[in-house]
Each structure stands twice: as C-alpha cells, then as structure tokens.
C-alpha cells in the first residue's frame, strides 16, 4: 500500500471505483479508451511523474454542455491514472460566475459533480469564482451584488453605444471576466501546473495572435505600454496580460476617467511560470450529439427554458438579446416587436448551425420560438429576466434600443419625441445637463429613471461616438469595432428601419 493510499479518508478507493463503472457503462463506446491514450500523454506532460498527486490539473468549467463533457473525459482520465498507479493528480475545477448565469445552471453543475464523485475525493477541488471573489462552490450560493452592479453598468454603457447590439452589449465585458477567472485560479493557492482545454493548437495560435494584435491596435488608441512582468512572463501568463491591455482600453472607453471602474475590471496575468496548456483535442469528439445519453442520463444535465438560449446552455443572455432586437423593431424602426425577434431567431438558429450544435437541439429552440404565443411568453420571459437579474426596467431596456445620448446627443429629439414627448420642451435643458454645463436634480433624476444610468454616466456617453448601425456606414467606435471585428457571431441580414421599407442591410450580433 503506498503512502498515499494510506493517507486518504476511508471509502475514497471504493467511491471511485464505483465513480468509475458508473462512467465506463454510461460512456459511448470508444469513450474510455479515447480517456486512456490521453491520460498516458498527459502523464508524460506533468512535471512530478513520480509523485502524481503534487500535480495539480486546473478545468475551467463553464457548466454548458460542452464543459460537461469536457469534465466528464478529465475525471475519466484521472481515474484511470488512479487504476494504473495507486495515485493520481489533484483537479481543480473552477467556474466563473456572472449575473447571466441562471439557478439553473448551478443545479446542472451540481448534478454533475454528485454524479462524478467530485464533492467527496480529497483529490478534487470546486471553486467559484465571482469578479474577483474565490470561494467553494456551493450550489445555494447567492449572486454578489457587486458583481451584478458592475455587469449591470458595463452593458448599459456598452449598450448605449451599440444601439443594444447583442454581442458587445453582453459579452465584450463578459468575456473578459472570464479570462480573469482564469487566471485567478490558474494562481490561487500553489497555483496549477497545466490547464486543459478542447481548443486545437491552430486555434490556441490563431486566438494568441488575434489577441496580441487587438492588445498592439488599442495600444495606438493610448493603452499603457505592457508592464515588464507581462513581457517576461509564461505563453499563458503573456496571453492574460495582453487581454489586461485590451480591457484596461475598453473599460476606459466606456467607462471614461474612472480609474476604479477600470481597476475593478482588470485581468489577472499573476500566473505561475510553469503552467502549461494541454488540449484533449484531436483525442476526443465533445460535440453534444455525439454523447447526448451522458449528458442528460448520467451527468444529469437538463436544457432549461433559458439557460438554454440559441448558442448557449449556461447562460440566458442571448434571451434578452432577442427581446431587445424585437424592442428595437417596434419602437425604433416603427415594425412589430415578432418581427424583429423574428430576424434575431432566424440569425442565432443559422449561428448554432455554424457551430455545429447538434440539429435536435437547434430544433428545440427553433420550436420553442416558433407558436402563436411564443412572441408573447419569451417577452414576458425576458422582461421578468432582465428585472429580476439586472434590475433593468423595459423603459430602460427600450431606451438602450435608441442610443439617444451618444454623439453628443445626436438620437434625443427623435427618442423624446417618441418615447417621453411630455419632455420635448426641455431638449436644450437636457443638451446642457449632458454637457455638463447645467445643474437640474430633477431632471437628472428623471434622466436616470429612464436610462438607468446616472448623470456621469450619460455625460461620458454624450462624448463618445455611436456604433454603427448599418453595413455600409462609415460610423466608427474604434475600441468596439476593433473588438468586432475578429467576433465570428454576426452577420449582415437584410432589414427595414421603418415600417414600409426601404429594404437595407445591417450588420448584428449575438449568441
């Protein structure tokens, strides 16, 4: 018996084995021998071969269908390492949390782990991550209502620049939240030795030059030069630092001279020097259709109504870009609210075929959108989401839609004429409060019970140019359309921006 069997609780040898045949009978065929030539290169990719438990293998869990999988395949690896030579490595899976993120999802991580046998082996570490609060996962956890303020105000912000468009609106800050968490637990504690992911080694290259590209351009717009520690430091300590320059530039952007909000809002690079990237691609196929049977039977993962939305099983976000696109529609561009939301599921549908997710699923979410009632439910639905997660009123949401604050102002005669004629007469009073050039607290006031922003806020955007809003428009926000432009999630679709036509072209975006 080896000193590591003997170090361990009683009953852990017994919970894996029975972890074990669970997986092995609930796995497609193939499945475990993919797991079984990939554990012996991930061994010979450790740095103490000898000692496999002072190995430690960070999952960065999203808790979608595609991470599931993917957790599912390295706890598989680590069991079968545990077999072979009496001990294994210690996994750390860690899961960034953002306000999108439904109930839902956390009892689908939840399930997950019980059907894995995460909670109880002493080799397995949960985290959540929160902003930049680290913690045990637990499934009863609250949100942090810090982290759903700053959420709260970088997609109104962002929103208001793009006319609400779906993709920089809630994901550009998101994204980058992401990759902060990914640092953070790559160094929390002793830090990891290797990080595991599904991307191929063309793609890991393709997104580092990508991104140190984006990192060079913005640093023409005034980033601060990358610190040394950034420049000296490992591929993946190198790659955050990068994405800090890129947020340090966006955040200042929106934000304007607000050097807490853009603080709050860096990316963790303070990675260990060791850590290493190892891919199970090319190893194993973790497309959803091609293991629906675990997913849903063993795993214990269900497609909730929103948490499930287009692209996306862990987050109900593209829900709400939806909505939005139907409130631009019907306020905006004087149409129906079911046509607009009819031109956002007709380009996220041909977005999850690009994607390649499974047909069965595209036809659920086509289904679900498609019955006489469905323009009406998933409205209610978003509504009652975009209050409930992020205190957004639908007066503010349709006020996002009109971007009416940026360009100096250039959208405020035609919203207040439209949305709040009773305030028509005070426009010069509202050009001066944005200029900063007049005091009104009532209208201040008045001004953020509409927008949800408050009169800072609104000044910075009246500085900032708009996004544009069609395909041929020469309109440009350059930190925002250098960001868009390397983002596959968009496409041009041919629309009307009032009720009879004419017909034009224009570029949206989404999940």
Not at 119 to 142: H, K, M, Q, T
Not at 187 to 199: Q, R, W
């Amino acid at each position: 018996m080896t000193t590591l069997e003997l170090d361990r609780p009683p009953g852990v040898a017994a919970a894996r084995d029975r972890t074990f045949a669970g997986l092995r009978a609930a796995m497609p065929p193939g499945i475990m021998g993919e797991a079984l030539r990939c554990s012996g290169q991930l061994l010979a990719e450790l740095p103490h071969r000898p000692e496999l438990e002072r190995n430690l293998v960070l999952v960065a869990f999203g808790g979608g269908k595609d991470s599931a999988y993917m957790l599912a395949f390295v706890r598989a690896m680590q069991l079968i390492l545990d077999r072979v030579h009496g001990r294994t490595f210690r996994m750390r899976v860690a899961t960034n949390r953002h306000p999108g993120m439904p109930r839902a999802v956390m009892e689908n991580i939840d399930r997950e782990y019980h059907a894995l046998g995460l909670y109880d082996d002493p080799d397995c570490e949960l985290l959540l991550v929160d902003g930049d609060e680290i913690s045990e996962f637990d499934v009863a956890s609250p949100q942090r209502e810090h982290v759903i303020r700053r959420n709260r105000i970088d997609i109104l912000m962002t929103g208001h620049r793009t006319f609400a468009d779906g993709r920089p609106t809630f994901c550009n800050s998101c994204n980058l939240s992401v990759f902060n968490a990914f640092g953070l637990a790559a160094s929390y504690g002793e830090g990891a030795d290797v990080l595991i992911t599904g991307d191929s080694p063309q793609e890991q290259h393709q997104y580092t030059f990508w991104v140190g590209r984006l990192a060079r351009r913005l640093r023409t717009q005034g980033t601060p030069q990358p610190t040394p520690d950034k420049r000296n430091s490992n591929g993946f300590g190198r790659i955050l630092g990068q994405l800090d320059d890129i947020s340090q530039a966006y955040f200042a952007d929106i934000h304007g001279a607000d050097p807490a909000a853009i603080t709050e809002r860096r990316v963790n690079s303070a990675v260990p020097d060791r850590l290493k990237f190892f891919t199970v691609y090319g190893e194993t196929a973790y497309r959803a259709g091609d293991h629906f049977d675990l997913l849903t039977g063993f795993l214990g993962f269900q497609f909730d109504d929103l948490a499930f939305s287009f692209t996306e099983s862990d987050c109900a976000n593209p829900a709400l870009m939806a909505h939005l696109r139907g409130l631009k529609a019907e306020h905006v561009f004087d149409r129906s609210y079911d046509e607009g939301l009819t031109e956002y599921v007709s380009f996220a549908l041909n977005l999850m075929r690009k994607k390649d997710i499974p047909e069965e699923l595209v036809e659920m979410m086509r289904v679900r959108y498609a019955s006489a009632d469905a323009p009406l439910r998933m409205r209610q639905a978003a509504d009652e989401y975009a209050l409930k997660t992020f205190g957004l009123t639908d007066e503010q949401l349709v006020c996002m839609t009109y971007s009416p604050f940026v360009g100096q102002g250039e959208g405020l005669d035609r919203f207040f004429e439209r949305e709040h004629p009773h305030l028509t007469a005070r426009l010069a009073d509202i050009h001066a409060l944005l200029a900063g050039t007049r005091n009104d607290a009532e209208l201040e006031s008045e001004l953020e019970r509409i927008s949800g922003l408050t009169p800072s806020q609104l000044r910075v955007l009246y500085s900032r140019p708009a996004h544009s809003k069609s395909a041929q428009s020469k309109e440009t926000t350059p930190v925002i359309d250098l960001i868009l432009a390397g983002d596959p999630h968009k496409a041009v679709i041919e629309t009307r921006h009032s009720k009879d036509g004419p017909d034009t072209f224009e570029q949206i975006s989404g999940r």
